[in-house]
């Protein structure tokens, strides 16, 4: 697939319904952002984007974006420099200035908030980023799990208030500091994390992630075109598995420590009917179940999507009723080592029962037979 | 009365006897402080006192101090070096050396603080304060009252933690961001406030309290000693009025947002037979209460002692059936200026329909005759 040098407008649609795809439900919706990012090209200013592979070894790359409940960011819009001030202000820590920014995770709104900030500041946007998919919490990056301390770290609001976390005794200490600020903030503040290395960034970022969506989202957008199913479009951009198509039967969420949590009941359809489904969710999708067994959980994703369109569906906009096709996606393999599952595995979101069973791409399936 | 120039081991007890009273039920005890400070005394280090008028009007001054909710360092004891590392953070961000420091509350454990952290840099304390007695908010300091704008500010705890606020919308931004942190750095933490020029605080500290406290310890101790009325002798030294003697008969206390809020009914024994009295607290007692009609209230400071010993009791320790001695004392006149009112008046805690009137010095009162 080709790669993308430079975001133009008709590409933004594009990378919203893609990444909200990788959202896996969380990640905050990407709307906002977008229009954001059209703003600033209409302005003039260009969102250049930098494959891994062209990235100098010395570059300083920072990773940043929306920090908050999506839930909130319905509501409570984005001033739209919140990024950038954080930027500046680790700048200012730092005593450098920055060359590259790169999405902490491609899932959502944050495929957004780098290009925004990158236009905005005049340097590159990295293909790539720390989670190929959405998590809820900050240390979940593979920047966090391989290795890199993210401090000092900057964290701006709308109101004007800038902290900077100049030291944390860990990643979830500074996850949680920085949790505890953005609720005060109002559950919505820029966070620009710690600068990494481009030879470190190289290693350990998933590549190509907003080439990705792009692309995914191109794909849906052709299936719809062609009056072809884009559900079966994704599964094969994605090299992914249907697991069911499901009617929504029974739907509890609640809010909990600024998280969205809750499970989602399902009656399967079609191909699908006689069985039943449970998916759990912490912000994001965590583990599906057929007919009360795991089949798929965390780190693969599990993606919810309207039934008709292919359009994803966030947690927040769940609802009774609704008639879905839920998918599996496989992760990147740098999700799957045994050093990132002890941070993104079922037992780090409070199943230690649960075994994580990696679901097997097309090329593995076919070695396998 | 003579002033404080330098803190020996044995000025300590009195220190800590004098911020107790001037705590006002809050702020903390000083009694680990204490420790700490008699520690770094017999190390070798020296606690030297500086008064407002020696200060030099270019001298960067910085008021620092304990953060956090005073019933959680009762058992959560303080690493020691909490406030020194909110100093040299502060240092590194301004990249300047600071000259002093000085107590943002010398009501309680912050009168503590500022010593110890003065005597590990190796630079004075200022004879002075921001409140006079003890406050729940950072921004109920004089500095904030009168015009100073506390960023940079820089917090650390035990952890190894560092969260430097470089921008707040207001004081009252840095007092909710600084106490998100603290509640979730374990509601125990060093906070160093932007630096002061010295010509700022000769105008607004609260002048001579550390004095102040030393010398009211000292006035306890000695009636002690001489078995005089330690009540009697405090109400001299302070130029207040013994509002009753009484018996707990009723205690309500629970957390509220950190806080320590409720309130104490009280009968009167001795020449306050026959009448009742209700205090209302939060952290500090805030509004005292005679037969139902509001008498004393913020700023002044409302007292609760010992009846017997004439020795403090924060709002941690009440219990039902102690006998005690509520005293009221005058606050300074800067607090009693219609801007100070409106960040410490009754309004400000939440009572909007008492109206604040001070309580008369006895100058004013024999002027009054």
Known sequence: MASLTQVLDADLDAIEVGSGILGTGGGGNPYIGKLRCREELRKGRRIDVIPLAELDDDALVVSLGGIGAPVVGVEKIEQGEECLRAL???????????????????????????????????????????????????????????????????????????????????????????????????????????????????????PDTLTQAWSLGKAVFEAQAENRDPIAAILEHEDGRLLMTAKIVDLKRHLKGGFAVGEVKLEGFGNFAGETGLIDLQNEFLVFRRNGEMEICVPDLIVVLDSDTGLPITTEVLRYGQRVAILALPCHDLLRSEQALEVIGPAAFGYPDLTYSPLPRTSEREAAQ
């Open 88 to 206: 500046r202000a680790l700048e200012q820590e730092l005593g450098h200035k920055i060359d590259a920014t790169i999405s902490s995770e491609i899932g959502g709104a944050n495929s957004m908030e780098p290009m925004l900030t990158a236009a905005q500041a005049g340097i590159p946007v990295v293909d790539g980023d720390g989670m190929g998919r959405a998590f809820p919490e900050m240390q979940m990056c593979t920047w966090s799990i391989y290795g890199h301390q993210s401090f000092p770290s900057a964290m701006a609001d709308e109101k004007g208030n800038i902290v900077i976390f100049r030291q944390t005794a860990s990643e979830v200490w500074l996850e949680r500091l920085a949790r505890s600020c953005v609720v005060t903030m109002g559950a919505a503040a820029g966070i620009a994390l710690a600068p990494m290395r481009g030879s470190f960034i190289k290693q350990f970022a998933i």
